[in-house]
C-alpha cells in the first residue's frame, strides 16, 4: 500500500510501482570481491525472507540484488521469498558487472550470459525486469563494448531481460560549465553519454542521499548552461530511474557509535571514527525534533530523498522485518515543508563537515559519483 501522498512511479513503460523498492544487499551477508568488503553484516537466513515478506506485505514491489551480494546469498534468499509471492506482482531488478570470475573482463559475452543465467536459477526466475551494469570498464580500448551490446540484446530478445540498466553519475558535465567542475567529473559524464548512446538503457541507477553534494534542481537548468542532473537527463531521454543509498549506508540513522565494529567483508567497515562523531554531531537536531530511534531517522532520510528524487524507484536496504515494516510504515506520516527545509539545512551542515573534514568517510571517490560514502559500493 502506497501513501496517499506518494503516487506510485515508473520504472518501465506501463508498469507503476511504489515508490520505495527494497535494496538486498544487507540479507547477503559479509563478502568480499578482489580483496574489497562489498557486504553487510550476518544475518539469519530465516529472518532475511522474513523481512522481504514483510516488505512485500507492505506494498513493495522493487526489490534489487546483485551478484556480489553475499556472492549468491541475496539472490538465493530472495528466491525463497519470489517462491512464495505471485511473480506478476514484483519487479526483480539485478546489478553485475563486479564480478569477473576468472575472465577477462565482467562483461564478456560468455561472463555475461553466465552471470544471467546463474541468477535466474538463484532466484528461481524465468526472467529479470532489469539487468544494470555496475560500472563503466569494457577493457582496454573497449575491447567487450560491442560483444557486450550484443548480448544485452540477444538477452532482451530471448525474452531473459525485460530491460537494461546502466549506473551513473547524479550530474552531468558538460560544455561552458566543464571548465569549473574538476576533469574527473566531466570525463565521467562525457563517458557516461557515450554508453548511454552505445547500449540504450530503459533505467539508469544512481546513488543519491543527502550525504551527497547537491545536484542542479531541474528549473535551474536554463540558468546553468552544460549541467544537467540526471534525471532531467533521464527524463529528457524518455528513461526511468533508480535510486541507491539513501540512508548513506546506514550512517543518516545515527545507529553507529563510537564503539560500532564492522566484520571482515562489511562494506561499512571502511567507515572511520571521526566521521561517525561528525554524523552524531550533525544528527543531533533531527533528533530533538522527529525522535531519537534510528527509525525516527530513516523515515526523515527517506522522505527527504523521495522528495529529491520525485520520479525515481528508492532502494533502501533492509535486514529484519521491523525495520522492513518501518520503512514503509514512516511514510504515511507526511513532512511540512517547514520541516523539508529544517531537514535540509541540518544535511547541509553535516555535508559540509565532511567534505572539509581531513578524515573523509572513506578513500577518495571513484570517477562516477561525488560522495564521500561513494567507495562503499
Not at 569477473?100 to 573482463?105: A, E, F, M, P
Not at 532466484?123 to 582496454?140: K, M, R
Request: glycine share 8%; hydrophobic share 35%; with cysteine.
Amino acid at each position: 500500500m502506497t501513501a496517499s501522498h506518494l503516487p506510485r512511479r515508473r520504472l518501465i513503460a506501463g508498469w507503476d510501482e511504489h515508490p520505495l523498492g527494497v535494496g538486498c544487499r544487507p540479507i547477503g551477508g559479509p563478502a568480499t570481491n578482489q580483496d574489497a568488503a562489498v557486504g553487510w553484516a550476518p544475518v539469519a537466513d530465516d529472518i532475511a525472507v522474513e523481512a522481504l515478506l514483510s516488505a512485500h506485505a507492505e506494498g513493495a514491489t522493487v526489490f534489487d540484488t546483485s551478484d556480489i551480494y553475499g556472492m549468491g546469498h541475496s539472490q538465493r534468499l530472495l528466491g525463497r521469498m519470489l517462491a512464495q509471492v505471485p511473480r506478476d506482482q514484483v519487479r526483480i531488478s539485478c546489478t553485475v558487472g563486479a564480478f569477473k570470475g576468472t575472465g577477462l573482463s565482467a562483461y564478456s559475452s560468455l561472463n555475461l550470459h553466465g552471470q544471467v543465467e546463474q541468477g535466474l536459477e538463484n532466484l528461481g526466475l524465468d526472467y529479470l525486469d532489469v539487468l544494470t551494469l555496475t560500472h563503466t570498464d569494457f577493457g582496454p580500448r573497449d575491447r567487450y563494448l560491442d560483444d557486450a551490446r550484443e548480448t544485452l540484446q540477444a538477452l532482451r530478445d530471448q525474452g531473459d531481460v525485460k530491460a537494461i540498466g546502466l549506473r551513473a553519475p547524479c550530474r552531468l558535465v558538460t560544455g561552458s560549465t566543464a571548465s569549473q567542475s574538476s576533469s574527473r567529473d566531466h570525463e565521467s559524464a562525457a563517458r557516461f553519454a557515450y554508453l548511454f548512446q552505445h547500449i540504450g538503457p530503459e533505467v539508469i541507477s544512481t546513488s543519491i542521499n543527502p550525504l551527497d553534494r547537491p545536484f542542479l534542481p531541474r528549473n535551474a537548468l536554463a540558468d546553468s548552461e552544460g549541467e544537467e542532473d540526471i534525471f532531467s537527463f533521464a527524463h529528457r531521454h524518455g528513461v526511468a530511474t533508480m535510486t541507491y543509498k539513501p540512508l548513506g549506508q546506514g550512517l543518516l540513522t545515527g545507529k553507529y557509535g563510537p564503539d560500532s565494529a564492522f566484520l571482515p567483508g562489511d562494506v561499512r567497515s571502511r567507515i572511520t571514527a571521526p566521521t561517525l562523531e561528525i554524523v552524531h554531531k550533525h544528527l543531533r537536531p533531527l533528533r530533538e525534533r522527529f525522535g531519537a530511534d534510528p527509525q525516527d531517522l530513516a523515515r526523515i532520510a527517506l522522505a527527504y530523498c523521495l522528495r529529491l528524487c520525485p520520479t525515481s524507484i528508492v532502494l533502501v536496504g533492509i535486514s529484519n522485518p521491523h525495520q522492513a515494516s518501518a520503512n514503509f510504515q514512516g511514510l504515511n506520516t507526511e513532512l511540512s515543508d517547514e520541516d523539508y527545509d529544517f531537514i535540509g539545512a541540518m544535511y547541509a551542515s553535516l555535508r559540509e563537515e565532511l567534505y572539509s573534514s581531513q578524515q573523509p568517510a572513506v578513500s577518495r571517490p571513484s570517477a562516477l559519483r561525488t560522495s564521500p560514502l561513494d567507495q562503499m559500493t
